[in-house]
């Protein structure tokens, strides 16, 4: 049994950590795709790993000050936070010559503040965001000061200045 939170904008990944193409997640990923999940598989696990890490800590920080996504929601100055924090640890791993990985992570670099803040009010008011993130956060709070820990290592290894990672760290 497989359960999955479908989002179309969101498909499964699957890949070989040494990043080669491989009959068996090519298997994998068919057989997602016939049941009608959308699936393709990577090169580069260990770059489209860390970038979705890059964002956990902002996120996790926000949630746990806020007490929940839709409350959070309702948080101009946290959003805030959470994306300020979110584009220091993409530049972290910029620096640190990781990739910034799939290719529309890199929009949060882009996308004027307000604009996103404006988009994250509504993506934090469905369920993807109570499933997919403020449950796995707050099931996992040990994972997320990991998580925070090793992009903050990343953040002082290459001298990225990170005053809203350091904010959202002291919420996990």
Same mark, same amino acid.
């Given at each position: 049994v497989v359960?999955?939170?479908w989002?179309?904008?969101?498909?499964?990944v699957f890949a070989e950590l040494?990043?080669?193409?491989?009959? @068996?997640? %090519?298997?994998?990923?068919?057989?997602?795709?016939?049941?009608?999940?959308?699936?393709?598989?990577?090169?580069? *696990? &260990?770059a489209a790993q860390k970038t979705h890490a890059a964002g956990l800590p902002g996120f996790a920080g926000a949630v746990y000050a806020a007490d929940g996504v839709q409350q959070l929601a309702h948080s101009?100055?946290?959003?805030?936070?959470?994306?300020?924090?979110? @584009?220091? %640890?993409?530049?972290?791993?910029?620096?640190d010559g990781t990739p910034i990985t799939p290719v529309s992570n890199?929009? *949060? &670099?882009?996308?004027?503040?307000?604009?996103?803040?404006?988009?994250?009010?509504?993506?934090l008011n469905t369920r993807v965001a109570v499933v997919g993130g403020e449950r796995h956060a707050m099931a996992a709070p040990d994972e997320m000061k990991e998580v925070a820990?090793?992009?903050?290592?990343?953040?002082?290894?290459t001298h990225t200045p990170s005053?809203?990672?350091?904010?959202?760290?002291?919420?996990?």
């Open positions: 359960r999955y939170l989002w179309k904008a969101m498909p499964l040494d990043g080669k193409p491989s009959a @068996r997640t %090519a298997a994998i990923q068919d057989l997602f795709t016939q049941a009608g999940l959308p699936a393709h598989t990577i090169s580069n *696990v &260990e101009p100055r946290l959003i805030r936070m959470f994306v300020a924090a979110y @584009r220091e %640890a993409l530049r972290g791993l910029r620096a890199r929009l *949060v &670099e882009w996308i004027p503040q307000p604009l996103l803040g404006f988009a994250l009010r509504f993506f820990d090793e992009i903050q290592a990343i953040l002082d290894r005053p809203a990672s350091s904010a959202m760290n002291h919420e996990i």
